[in-house]
């Protein structure tokens, strides 16, 4: 129940956002975005990001103590369209700011597969919403044509180096190619984009550590 009301809180400031982005004139530009919003280049991953918040409340986690949550923005532009393929340890719920249409893939654990399209146009079956549960490995890409999608995400439990795997092998294509009539092994390999490798997964243990991102004040948003 606290993870769905954290959803839903993020849901409303997030629209809250993206409505204010086109109040006073026309979209904005990634480029506004990136500068205005502070994102940085999400090495690994692809995309930009910035940390907005590290929850301070501790939970058990299936491997130790964390953090009951973090939140980021997340971007993707034509120049950089794809968030690569990768896995994570936490549920990972994200939240159309602006922008879009973008595809979602989700590979889950018991070998199904799904697309969904995060976008405005409800009545066409794009949602501005997308859960991702725990131990999924998923896959984002822009639109062609789509000037950029901003997010809102929230993992929980937080994400940490241990928790996240990025890239895949063949043994990942060779699992799930013919899963759905777009998972193919020629898709399915540019999903996982320059991280493919010869195991299973990429560890994401070099990482550093989430912190949230500060102004010269030192403030965070």
Known sequence: MMRRKGAAALLAAALSLGGAAHADGPPQTAAQWIRQLGLQTLDGEGGFFRVLRVSGVEVRA??????????????????????HLHWLASDD????????PADYYLFYPDGHVE?????HDVAAGQTPFVAVPADTTKAIVLRSGAPYVLVGSVVTPAWSPKRVRIGAGAAFVERYAGASDWATPAFLRTLIGPNFKQGDHASGKNFA???????????TP
């Open 209 to 219: 550590p989430l912190e949230p991102a500060t102004d010269a004040a030192g403030r």
């Open 62 to 83: 299936a491997d130790g103590r964390s953090p009951a949550s973090n939140a980021i923005y997340y971007l993707l532009t034509p120049k950089d369209p794809q968030n």
């Open 115 to 119: 697309h969904r399209v995060m976008g």
């Open 93 to 100: 719920y994200q939240v159309l700011i602006d922008g879009g």
